[in-house]
């Protein structure tokens, strides 16, 4: 089975600086696909970045980036410059790209509160 | 707009009960999913449906019931038989395998059911 761990429960940074967010995985599937998602107050699963198992190069959306280490299992997420609508929960996620199923269920981790402090 | 909803935001029930929410989408996804958080837990999946009128139990479906009649809703009723059912309970769908998107799941805003 696979099993997804974020070992920071809660993580603050002042405003305008940069945090890393951990995430570490386990696996023995090849072929997978890794999430990062924003749980803000409001409480609205936000998809902030997704990264291809496949793929070497580490995902990036505008401030937000990963550092995706395969042989160590490691997901890791930056937010650059951060801003108040940053204060979250996050959570990290994980799917094998089995063809086989009729859809790909996801493992969560068990989130990381981050608090963007003024 | 396409999307999730979920009805209602928050819910009240008498222990004893059982109560049904609701989960609608209009995004043609084939596959649906109930998760439900607590604090601390992260996100634990109870039931999920590949197509209309089938569904398989995730990893705390005890308790628990869904149907899928229609490819647009996926209703969850908590039973009484759920021993701790308090919790927030979140709805997603994701398109078919193949399809751009499909490892990604797109979620609904979520309904807080209170039990007392």
Not at chain 1, 87 to 106: P, R, V
Not at chain 2, 30 to 43: F, T
Not at chain 2, 47 to 63: C, L, M, P, R, T
């Amino acid at each position: 089975a696979q099993t997804v761990t974020q070992s920071q429960p809660e993580m603050s940074v002042q405003e305008a600086e940069t945090v890393t967010l951990s995430c570490t995985y386990d696996t023995s599937e090849s072929n997978y696909y890794l999430f990062w998602y924003k749980q803000p107050p409001s409480r609205q699963m936000i998809l902030v970045i997704r990264q291809e198992a496949y793929k070497q190069q580490n995902a990036t959306e505008n401030r937000f980036s990963v550092n995706f280490q395969k042989a160590a299992k490691s997901f890791s997420l930056k937010i650059s410059d951060s801003q108040l609508g940053d204060t979250a929960m996050y959570f990290c996620a994980f799917t094998t790209a089995y063809s086989g199923a009729g859809s790909y269920q996801l493992t969560f981790g068990k989130g990381t509160k981050l608090s963007v402090i003024p | 707009d396409g999307g999730i909803t979920q009805s209602p935001k928050y819910l009240f029930r008498k222990e004893g009960q059982n109560v049904t929410l609701s989960c609608e989408q209009n995004l043609n996804h084939d596959a649906m999913y109930w998760y439900r958080q607590d604090p601390g837990q992260g996100l634990r999946l109870i039931y999920y449906s590949q197509i209309v009128n089938d569904f398989q139990k995730g990893d705390i479906a005890e308790g628990y019931s869904v149907s899928r009649e229609k490819k647009e809703s996926f209703p969850l009723t908590v039973t009484s038989a759920q021993k701790n059912p308090t919790a927030f309970y979140l709805c997603a769908s994701s398109p078919p395998p193949g399809t751009s998107g499909s490892y990604e799941q797109y979620f609904g805003p979520g309904t807080r059911l209170t039990v007392t």
